[in-house]
C-alpha cells in the first residue's frame, strides 16, 4: 500500500499511546523503515506486521486497531491535502458510499499501482447493502470503523453488521 497508509498507522500509534510505544511496534514488528514516503508503494506486509506487532504489544485485539484505524484514516486524509476529494464525493452519507469507486479511480489516475477495493451499494427495506471486493483480506473492521466515520461526517448514526455472500463480505447499515 501506498506509504500514506503506514504514515497514518504510525500517526494512529503515535497519537494514542506515545512516541516510545511506535518505536517499539516498529521494532517488534522488523520494520527497518524510518520516515515512510507518502507516494512511495510498500508491501502490504508492512502494515499488516505492524498492526500485528501493535496488537501485541497493546494487547488490543486487531480488529480493534483496524476499526480505530478507520475513524483516524478519515481525518487524516482531510488535513493530508485530500479533503477536496472526500468533500467532491458526496453531499449525504449514501451518495458518498455510491462515489467511492469514483473517488478511488480518481486518485488512481495520479498514482496508478493503487490496488483500490470496490463497493457497490444496493437499498435493501430500510437497510443498505454495502458490498465491499478486496484483494486484501482481514480488513473488514477497518471498513467498519471508515463508515461509521464517515457517517458521523454526515451527522449520522448507523449500527453496521458484517455478513458473508456468496464470496465476498457485505456490510449491512441500518441508521439511526
Ligand atoms: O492500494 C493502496 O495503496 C490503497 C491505499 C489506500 C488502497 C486503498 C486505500 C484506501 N482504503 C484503505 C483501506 C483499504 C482496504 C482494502 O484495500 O480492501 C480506504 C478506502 C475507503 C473506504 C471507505 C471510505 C473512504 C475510503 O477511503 C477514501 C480514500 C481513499 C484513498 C485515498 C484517500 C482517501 C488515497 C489518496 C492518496 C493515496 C492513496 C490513497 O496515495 C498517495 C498519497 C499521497 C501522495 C501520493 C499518493
Known sequence: MYGLVNRAVEGLVRKEF???????????AGVDIEV????????????YDLVAA????????????LRG??????????????????EAAGDSFESFLNELDNLHARVAMSYPDLQPPSFRCT????????????????LEPMVVGLLEALAERF??????????????????????
Open 155 to 176: 451527522g449520522e448514526t448507523v449500527s453496521i453488521e458484517v455478513t458473508e455472500q456468496e464470496d465476498h463480505p457485505v456490510f449491512v447499515l441500518v441508521s439511526g
Open 123 to 138: 437499498r435493501v427495506g430500510e437497510a443498505l447493502h454495502l458490498h465491499y471486493h478486496s484483494d486484501r483480506r482481514g
Open 54 to 65: 501493535a496488537s501485541e504489544l497493546l494487547d488490543t485485539p486487531a480488529s480493534e486497531l
Open 18 to 28: 506515545g512516541d516510545d510505544t511506535w518505536e517499539r511496534v516498529r521494532r517488534e
Open 36 to 47: 515512510f514516503g507518502r507516494m512511495e508503494r510498500y508491501d502490504d506486509a508492512v502494515t
Open 69 to 86: 484505524f478507520g475513524h483516524y484514516w478519515v481525518n487524516y486524509v482531510g488535513e493530508e491535502g485530500y479533503g477536496p476529494l472526500m
